[in-house]
């Protein structure tokens, strides 16, 4: 059983940053993926960003491309979202999930971090 907790969420100003933490308990592979998605109000959950514990693998959503970061540390058991140039659009909450590998149904999923950023 893997549990996920984020952290790190919060209201800041449009250009302004912030740096999500998703702490995972557990042994995970090398070989998972996590994940992290976002839900404004109203509106489904995307896939902002992703990557293995190796490394190996990182994907990013478009709208995100060159503002938000994914990185990893295997001691720790965390994943990082680094999110500059915050944009009102960026309001979600935030979750991180992990899965088996990439292109696998996300598994486990944690309960979610408030961004707010205000224009």
């Known amino acids: 059983q893997v549990q996920l907790v984020e952290s790190g969420g919060g209201l800041v100003q449009a250009g302004g940053s912030l740096r999500l933490s998703c702490a995972a308990s557990?042994?995970?592979?090398?070989?998972?993926?996590m994940g992290w998605f976002r839900q404004a109000p109203g509106k489904e959950r995307k896939s902002v960003a992703a990557?293995?514990?190796?490394?190996?693998?990182?994907y990013y959503a478009d709208s995100v491309k060159g503002r938000f970061t994914i990185s990893g540390d295997n001691a720790k058991n965390t994943v990082y979202l680094q999110m500059n140039s915050l944009k009102p659009e960026d309001t979600a909450v935030y979750f991180c999930?992990?899965?088996?590998?990439?292109?696998?149904?996300?598994?486990?999923w944690g309960r979610g971090t408030q961004v707010t950023v205000s224009s």
């Open positions: 999930a992990t899965t088996t590998g990439v292109g696998v149904t996300y598994t486990y």
């Open positions: 557990g042994r995970i592979p090398s070989s998972y993926v």
């Open positions: 990557i293995n514990w190796s490394g190996s693998y990182t």
